[in-house]
């Protein structure tokens, strides 16, 4: 089931940006256009679903198709951020994430592709979906968790309540719908985000079914999975969420205000957790390390050479201090570790090679070893302190509650870090339905005016195309407006003019073709013209479909946007 749930998931995300049919455009998201077709597209495939799973109430499509533009909006917004910090998902990291879907539903190689197949979906989409996931879990650690501290004072507060005399606890599984409000939002928009939840709630109240109302109504980040979020125990949840531990399997809360929006929690189980059984008492060592590696086809002195001065390195590392040694590490150091001085934490036994573990158990806390040798090659090993551990004790169980601590922070943060995108970001939504509207033929915008001198739009793109290749740069920037949106590649119009010219006038020749023109009415004062355009010069050649938003100034018409479509 949380198989089929995995893959129902990246269906509704299956972009479909590159499809040959081109439509209206639904959003544009700071200069990225997304298209009436996709977000149709992915409303229906959602509407599918929800049928091949038995439900016979369908959605109101209105909103449906809102929740699929916002969850676009949002995807879009946090592929962007990642491309700025540069973040990328490597091919193994990619692999191993199939591998452990694989791993996970008892599938053997090639079984994936075709239960992904069953459910409408191409392996190659399948990769794609599951890379932007992993590129966003990336992007959320990078921008949202590591930035998260829990004090000192709140870890031992949770190791006294519910660690130090540990006692069977309730694990209740949880799922939510999520409404999220604008950041510092007004009156107005406070009152319709509240009356609407509440609605939601009555619907639940009367009957209604709740998996069907995530699916129609719900934007937060679990919507994708029912609303699951997971299960939980007290003290391992917002506080403000607390209440619905309290309550009975199907258990509703009320509308639940946070920073970020509101909240109908639902009990979708529950469970009792005996206390972990903490076994011995171990000890642990903490550790750096020096690698030097022998590689496979050296012949016997570059081998020895090698040796002599991993001997040489270890005699230099002796009586130094901690900091020294970490420093020797970073310069010369090729292990994994280097990068961090070679530390690599606290170990207990059994989790290092043999060799290198009974080196490190044997040194006494601040002492270095002689050459040791692995499989992995040579090591020098710095004893940085030991401990002894009770597996019940604050210090064996401080990360553990650092890490839940710190998923309850994200409860909190995780919506008001993607609000904070959005309330940054440039976002232009347009109906799709009157985008879709065909026009009547050429438009008739003579017919519509009331100044006959009013220039077209058509003649504004013909006159800025004819510019373009007779490279008239006067009449080319004459095409453009003075609040023209340069995007974020450029400080200012002035730059983006400097760049422009530039580029037009080092071709030798430019041919510029446009096919298919549509005008089509944005509201009074903005038209939208799509074409296909071949573009050739004497450099390179290209074939795109772009659009040019223009604006009505006085009696005529500028270029206040320029989009192209992948």
Not at 104 to 123: D, I
Not at 261 to 275: S, T
Not at 295 to 302: E, G, I, K, V
Not at 333 to 358: N, R, T
């Given at each position: 089931m949380?198989?089929?749930?995995?893959?129902?998931?990246?269906?509704?995300?299956?972009?479909?940006?590159?499809?040959e049919t081109f439509d209206s455009i639904a959003v544009i998201v700071n200069n990225?256009?997304?298209?009436?077709?996709?977000?149709?597209?992915e409303a229906e495939t959602a509407i599918g679903q929800i049928r091949r799973s038995g439900q016979t109430s369908l959605p109101d499509y209105n909103e449906l198709e809102f929740r699929v533009l916002d969850a676009k909006i949002t995807k879009l917004l946090q592929l962007q951020e990642a491309r700025k910090l540069e973040l990328d998902v490597s091919a193994e990291?990619?692999?191993?994430?199939?591998?452990?879907?694989?791993?996970?539903?008892?599938?053997?190689?090639?079984?994936?592709?075709?239960?992904?197949?069953?459910?409408g979906m191409t392996f190659d989409e399948y990769k794609e979906n599951l890379k932007e996931q992993i590129l966003i879990g990336k992007l959320i650690n990078v921008a949202v968790r590591s930035k998260l501290q829990v004090s000192e004072e709140a870890v031992r507060e949770y190791y006294r309540k519910y660690l130090a005399d540990p006692k069977p606890r309730r694990e209740v599984h949880l799922a939510q719908i999520f409404l999220p409000v604008p950041n510092e939002p007004t009156p107005e928009q406070l009152s319709k985000v509240r009356d609407k939840i509440r609605w939601i709630h009555q619907q639940l109240i009367d009957g209604q079914d709740f998996t069907q109302m995530v699916t129609t109504y719900s934007q937060s980040s679990e919507r994708e999975q029912q609303g699951d979020m997971g299960w939980f125990m007290l003290g391992g949840i917002a506080q403000r969420f607390a209440p619905a531990l309290e309550l009975p399997v199907n258990g509703l809360t009320a509308p639940i205000r946070s920073p970020s929006g509101f909240h109908i929690i639902k009990v979708l189980g529950d469970r009792w957790q005996d206390p972990e059984k903490t076994g011995d008492s171990y000890d642990e060592v903490h550790a750096r390390?020096?690698?030097?590696?022998?590689?496979?086809?050296?012949?016997?002195?570059?081998?020895?050479?090698?040796?002599?001065?991993?001997?040489?390195?270890?005699?230099?590392?002796?009586?130094?201090?901690?900091?020294?040694?970490a420093a020797r590490a970073r310069e010369d150091s090729q292990g994994p570790s280097a990068g961090k001085g070679g530390d690599l934490g606290w170990f207990k036994k059994g989790m290092m090679i043999p060799a290198f573990e009974a080196k490190a158990f044997s040194l006494k806390a601040g002492e270095t070893s002689g050459v040791v040798e692995t499989d992995f090659g040579l090591h020098i090993i710095r004893v940085v302190a030991k401990r002894h551990v009770d597996p019940n004790s604050f210090e064996a169980k401080k990360e553990q509650i650092q890490q839940i601590l710190t998923s309850i922070e994200m409860q909190e943060q995780h919506p008001r870090w993607l609000a904070g995108l959005k309330a940054a970001a440039k976002i232009e939504k347009f109906s799709c339905d009157e985008l879709n509207i065909e026009q009547p033929a050429a438009v008739q915008p003579k017919a519509a005016v009331a100044a006959p001198e009013l220039t077209t739009p058509e003649s504004l793109i013909e006159n800025w195309r004819q510019a373009w290749i007779s490279k008239n740069l006067d009449a080319y920037f004459a095409n453009y407006s003075a609040h023209f949106y340069v995007g974020k590649s450029h400080a200012s119009l002035a730059e983006w003019k400097t760049y422009r010219a530039e580029a037009i006038q080092n071709k030798g020749f430019i041919r510029v073709t446009l096919n298919d023109l549509k005008v089509i009415p944005v509201d009074e004062s903005h038209v939208r013209g799509e074409f296909a355009q071949v573009y050739e010069s004497d450099v390179y050649s290209s074939s795109d479909r772009k659009a040019l938003i223009l604006e009505k100034e006085g009696n005529s018409w500028k270029i206040?946007?320029?989009l192209t479509f992948l």
């Amino acid at each position: 089931m949380r198989f089929l749930i995995m893959l129902t998931s990246l269906l509704i995300s299956i972009s479909v940006a590159k499809a040959e049919t081109f439509d209206s455009i639904a959003v544009i998201v700071n200069n990225e256009a997304v298209s009436c077709y996709e977000i149709q597209h992915e409303a229906e495939t959602a509407i599918g679903q929800i049928r091949r799973s038995g439900q016979t109430s369908l959605p109101d499509y209105n909103e449906l198709e809102f929740r699929v533009l916002d969850a676009k909006i949002t995807k879009l917004l946090q592929l962007q951020e990642a491309r700025k910090l540069e973040l990328d998902v490597s091919a193994e990291e990619l692999g191993n994430a199939i591998h452990d879907t694989e791993s996970r539903n008892n599938l053997v190689p090639g079984q994936l592709e075709e239960a992904l197949k069953q459910q409408g979906m191409t392996f190659d989409e399948y990769k794609e979906n599951l890379k932007e996931q992993i590129l966003i879990g990336k992007l959320i650690n990078v921008a949202v968790r590591s930035k998260l501290q829990v004090s000192e004072e709140a870890v031992r507060e949770y190791y006294r309540k519910y660690l130090a005399d540990p006692k069977p606890r309730r694990e209740v599984h949880l799922a939510q719908i999520f409404l999220p409000v604008p950041n510092e939002p007004t009156p107005e928009q406070l009152s319709k985000v509240r009356d609407k939840i509440r609605w939601i709630h009555q619907q639940l109240i009367d009957g209604q079914d709740f998996t069907q109302m995530v699916t129609t109504y719900s934007q937060s980040s679990e919507r994708e999975q029912q609303g699951d979020m997971g299960w939980f125990m007290l003290g391992g949840i917002a506080q403000r969420f607390a209440p619905a531990l309290e309550l009975p399997v199907n258990g509703l809360t009320a509308p639940i205000r946070s920073p970020s929006g509101f909240h109908i929690i639902k009990v979708l189980g529950d469970r009792w957790q005996d206390p972990e059984k903490t076994g011995d008492s171990y000890d642990e060592v903490h550790a750096r390390h020096i690698l030097l590696q022998i590689p496979a086809q050296s012949d016997a002195a570059t081998e020895a050479k090698i040796r002599q001065r991993a001997a040489s390195i270890a005699r230099d590392m002796q009586d130094v201090s901690d900091e020294d040694f970490a420093a020797r590490a970073r310069e010369d150091s090729q292990g994994p570790s280097a990068g961090k001085g070679g530390d690599l934490g606290w170990f207990k036994k059994g989790m290092m090679i043999p060799a290198f573990e009974a080196k490190a158990f044997s040194l006494k806390a601040g002492e270095t070893s002689g050459v040791v040798e692995t499989d992995f090659g040579l090591h020098i090993i710095r004893v940085v302190a030991k401990r002894h551990v009770d597996p019940n004790s604050f210090e064996a169980k401080k990360e553990q509650i650092q890490q839940i601590l710190t998923s309850i922070e994200m409860q909190e943060q995780h919506p008001r870090w993607l609000a904070g995108l959005k309330a940054a970001a440039k976002i232009e939504k347009f109906s799709c339905d009157e985008l879709n509207i065909e026009q009547p033929a050429a438009v008739q915008p003579k017919a519509a005016v009331a100044a006959p001198e009013l220039t077209t739009p058509e003649s504004l793109i013909e006159n800025w195309r004819q510019a373009w290749i007779s490279k008239n740069l006067d009449a080319y920037f004459a095409n453009y407006s003075a609040h023209f949106y340069v995007g974020k590649s450029h400080a200012s119009l002035a730059e983006w003019k400097t760049y422009r010219a530039e580029a037009i006038q080092n071709k030798g020749f430019i041919r510029v073709t446009l096919n298919d023109l549509k005008v089509i009415p944005v509201d009074e004062s903005h038209v939208r013209g799509e074409f296909a355009q071949v573009y050739e010069s004497d450099v390179y050649s290209s074939s795109d479909r772009k659009a040019l938003i223009l604006e009505k100034e006085g009696n005529s018409w500028k270029i206040v946007r320029e989009l192209t479509f992948l």
